[in-house]
């Protein structure tokens, strides 16, 4: 089949039933450097590792504040999460000048979705080239959500989105039982831990390439400063989930 005969716009399906456009949208989110998310009953942890584009650059950021209740690490493009996270901001401070209230996290998860569906659905646009981890805090508990350019979305317990995130999951998969009732420190840890299992071997995770975003039920969402970072990777080397298991 060829392809390039059904790949010139977002409205034309291919006899298989694909929109290759929102496909290849899909591919540059698993192309884009990692980044993870977990949550136990009080806190949602998002950790990211950040790359650089030359030695001369400084490194890129990968999780942006929303408002002091949420916040969402991103996985491919980064001019097009701006987009979505100056809309985000903006939703969150009309709802909270409307209501005196924060924006419920759910809600605006479905308005980014709605938003990045109505992309596929024009052939003089394109689809949004980014994933977002959704982190946030309402009345309803502690969320942690995913959005695809699609304008799928999902809730999780814990999730990871780009490159080498298989891995990242996989680590998830035996050990998200714990998160529930994991402390803060077990939480970030288990983060770091999962991220470690993504990386490249050549690589190495430091207070440079690292970011870890916190938010807690009566904690407002923070980053941890390149301290707290290096006491965390220091840490991570003498720690074993088997522990917390035998705690329990």
Same mark, same amino acid.
């Given at each position: 089949?060829? /392809?390039?005969?059904?790949? $010139? ?20 989110? /698993?192309?884009? #450097? ?33 408002? =002091? ?10 001019? =097009? ?8 901001? $903006?939703?969150?401070?009309?709802? +909270?000048?409307?209501? &005196? #209230? ?34 946030g805090? =309402? ?7 995913e ?22 999951? $996989?680590? @998830?998969? #035996?050990?998200?039982?714990? @998160?529930? /009732?994991?402390?803060?420190?077990q ?5 770091? #831990?999962?991220? +470690?299992?993504?990386i490249?071997?050549d690589? &190495? ?15 407002? @969402? ?7 970072? /290096? ?6 080397? $003498? ?10």
């Amino acid at each position: 089949m060829l /392809k390039h005969l059904y790949d $010139t716009d977002c409205v034309t399906w291919s006899p298989q039933g694909k929109l290759f456009q929102v496909e290849y949208a899909m591919e540059a989110v /698993k192309q884009g #450097s990692i980044c993870l998310g977990l949550k136990s009953n009080d806190f949602v942890v998002l950790c990211s590792l950040k790359r650089q584009p030359s030695e001369l650059a400084g490194y890129q950021e990968k999780q942006f504040k929303i408002d =002091d209740h949420m916040a969402i690490a991103i996985a491919g493009l980064t001019a =097009d999460a701006r987009v979505l996270c100056k809309y985000m901001r $903006t939703e969150c401070l009309e709802y +909270k000048y409307t209501y &005196e #209230s924060h924006h419920p996290v759910g809600r605006l998860v479905f308005k980014v979705a709605e938003k990045s569906q109505h992309k596929t659905q024009s052939g003089a646009k394109r689809p949004y080239g980014v994933g977002l981890l959704v982190a946030g805090i =309402d009345p309803n508990g502690v969320h942690l959500f995913e959005t695809c350019p699609s304008g799928n979305y999902y809730e999780y317990k814990c999730q990871a989105i780009g490159s080498r995130s298989q891995a990242a999951r $996989t680590y @998830f998969e #035996s050990w998200f039982h714990l @998160f529930e /009732k994991s402390t803060l420190e077990q939480l970030i840890l288990h983060g770091l #831990s999962a991220l +470690k299992k993504a990386i490249m071997e050549d690589e &190495e995770l430091n207070e440079k390439n690292v970011e870890v975003g916190i938010l807690g039920k009566n904690q407002k @969402f923070i980053h941890l400063n390149a301290q707290e970072l /290096k006491d965390y990777i220091v840490k991570l080397e $003498t720690f074993n989930a088997n522990t917390q298991i035998q705690q329990e």
